[in-house]
């Protein structure tokens, strides 16, 4: 199934590019780099074992994902609560996923 590897995969990104921004935005060490880079690569890692017919098909479904999963990072990791347009975003992009992954195709 790949709604697993899509949170995954959405986590490992999050991780790495909040790596990157912490270092960049907030003044933090350069040494969140490393840590940032091997979360990103872990990303492109678990994104390829998606089972897909086409990358931009998995690549668009799990656009979706990524926008649930960074909401929720904002909300556990920067202490900033989702308002209702977040949460009303999130659910059309989760549907637009949904269609995108579950489609009958022929």
Avoid: K, N
Wanted: proline share 5%.
């Amino acid at each position: 199934m790949s709604l697993p590897l899509f949170a995954l995969a959405a986590l490992a990104e999050i991780a790495g590019c909040f790596a990157f921004w912490h270092v960049v935005r907030a003044g933090g060490s350069p040494l969140w780099l490393a840590p940032g880079v091997l979360s990103l690569v872990a990303f492109a890692a678990l994104l390829t074992q998606v089972e897909a017919d086409a990358a931009g098909r998995a690549f668009a479904a799990y656009g979706g994902i990524y926008i649930l999963a960074s909401l929720g990072w904002m909300w556990a990791a920067e202490g900033v609560r989702p308002d209702r347009f977040d949460a009303l975003g999130a659910a059309i992009c989760l549907a637009g996923a949904c269609v995108i992954l579950f489609a009958p195709r022929g």
